[in-house]
Nanobody, 124 residues
Framework: QVQLVESGGGLVQPGGSLRLSCKASGSIVSINVMGWYRQAPGKQRELVAQ???????NYADSVKGRFTISRDNAKNTVDLQMNSLKPEDTAVYYC??????????????????WGRGTQVTFSS
């Protein structure tokens, strides 16, 4: 009953900007961590950025100073503003939600969820 919907991926020029968004929906009570991972061809999936409920933000060294993560707890959304994009940023970006508490009927659960992924591709 919980779904993650990602948006904002697509074609972008090197040096350009893009904003990724992820919205969690369902009978959600609370969320601990929201963030973004990415996986480029032939490479391991890596953490890009995450933001914890208390406000702490973590960024991969490769994106520090260029990417900014934010969340809206009332809307259960997390955004990733990506500026000064480089060719090496090309990847499938996955929304990740950790410690999501939700209700299914009379039962409460705490689980992690992954989005389906959204592609960031560079134009010529």
């Amino acid at each position: 009953q919980v779904q993650l919907v990602e948006s904002g991926g697509g074609l972008v020029q090197p040096g350009g900007s893009l904003r990724l968004s992820c919205k969690a929906s369902g009978s959600i009570v609370s969320i601990n961590v929201m963030g973004w991972y990415r996986q480029a061809p032939g490479k391991q999936r890596e953490l890009v950025a995450q933001i914890i409920s208390g406000g702490t933000r973590n960024y991969a060294d490769s994106v520090k100073g260029r990417f900014t993560i934010s969340r809206d707890n009332a809307k259960n959304t997390v955004d990733l503003q990506m500026n000064s994009l480089k060719p090496e940023d090309t990847a499938v970006y996955y929304c990740n939600v950790g410690g999501l508490r939700y209700r299914d009927g009379a039962t409460y659960y705490v689980r992690d969820f992954w989005g389906r992924g959204t592609q960031v591709t560079f134009s010529s």
